[in-house]
């Protein structure tokens, strides 16, 4: 969809204003996430190597269900400046962040510690392969540095700090079924290695990282200069193209998923973490996503612990805090003790709006959502009014 020109600064311009009055916060809490939705899948690529490759996307496909789409596989990617100390992956058959007795016991599926060097069920990769005009690079096995190309998998070392742009990527240790539209790792880039994600409806990421300011001087040589981030992708995308030129060269744009744990943004504030959905629950440009309004302080000097929980009733919650543990198995009660170093008032709270759409039986392209609302936020707002000038524009 186009947006009109005026629209966009209007859009920005309340986001200056709202940006004025940001708070900072311990605990960034989404509630309502997941949604019936489409994306379309890549089915083909053709003449990768020349300078009119392009891309194929297949017939849409459906998803919906608590916390979908990031309920499928996600991988999990890191930008420096940056420093992995611990990393883990946990499932649970139930949890509800506000509900012991609907809750059973998180168990850690995967684990990378830098100083015993220790790693289970995960496989770092990076973008060092073969480079496309529409694909971009290719992932490839991340040397023991994060970001040199390996020919087999290697962890990543102890002394691991990477800078500005620079990136790696883990998955899980499960080999992917060979590429193919309607195998389970979807159609994916010839030659690379292909993992599973971390998959699950109810699932937990935890980070021990350290962020410290970039020390390169040279900023203007730089994409995303002192822009660090830890953020979730459908794994369908790094497998065929995170940054492509073409849009049918993955399924982002088409909203299979992203989910933005801690995101510095561009501006002249680098301190800031916010947390953000690229998925269309009520909002028409994927861009901007569905973001926090609130944001949690980012440490430069000292290492930080948290990371999200995806409950089993749609509740995201981001959040840092020092009493975070990486056991092989938490209880309901280890995670209250970890929010309770964080107060109400350093949490933020934002509903995603409510979407009905129901999944056809035949594979009928049309949809017709139709949306509610139960939250009056900053979105809420932003959304009434888009689709208020969208209908003025298309007239
Ligand atoms: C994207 O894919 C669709 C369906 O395969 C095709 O019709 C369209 O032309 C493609 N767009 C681009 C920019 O390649
Ligand atoms: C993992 O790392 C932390 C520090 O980053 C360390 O204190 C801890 O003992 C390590 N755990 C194991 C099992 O080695
Ligand atoms: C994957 O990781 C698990 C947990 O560390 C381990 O038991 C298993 O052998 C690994 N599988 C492969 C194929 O490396
Ligand atoms: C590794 O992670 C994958 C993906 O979530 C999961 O299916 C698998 O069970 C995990 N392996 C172990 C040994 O926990
Ligand atoms: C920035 O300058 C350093 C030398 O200070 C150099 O090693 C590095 O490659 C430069 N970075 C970029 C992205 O050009
Ligand atoms: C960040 O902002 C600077 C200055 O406005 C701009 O030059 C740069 O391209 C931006 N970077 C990104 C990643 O948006
Ligand atoms: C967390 O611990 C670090 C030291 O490792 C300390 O510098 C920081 O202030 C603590 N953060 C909070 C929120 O207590």
Redesign the pocket.
Known sequence: MLVPVCLVSIVSALLQVANAEVQAYDKIDFSNVGFAGTFTPVKKFSKIDSDDCSCEVADKQWFSGTNAPVSDYLSVHFRGPLKLNQFAFYDSPSFVISDSDSSSDWTRRAYYNSTSQTGENVTFLTGAGDDSKCLGKALTYADSDGTSKASSATLLKDDNEITS?QEFVIFSNVSCPKSGLNKDCGVYRSGIPAYYGFGGVTKMFLFDFEMPRES?A?SS??SYYDMPAIWLLNDHIPRTSQYPTNANCSCWASGCGEFDIFEVMNGTERDHFYSTFHTFQGIEILGTGIQSYGYIPRDTESSMKGGVIFDSAGNVVTFLSNSTTFDSSLTHSDIDTIFSKISTDETYSSALMTISATAPSTSAKSSGFSISTKTNGLWYYLFTLFTALTQVFMI
């Open positions: 742009d390169q040279n040589s730089f």
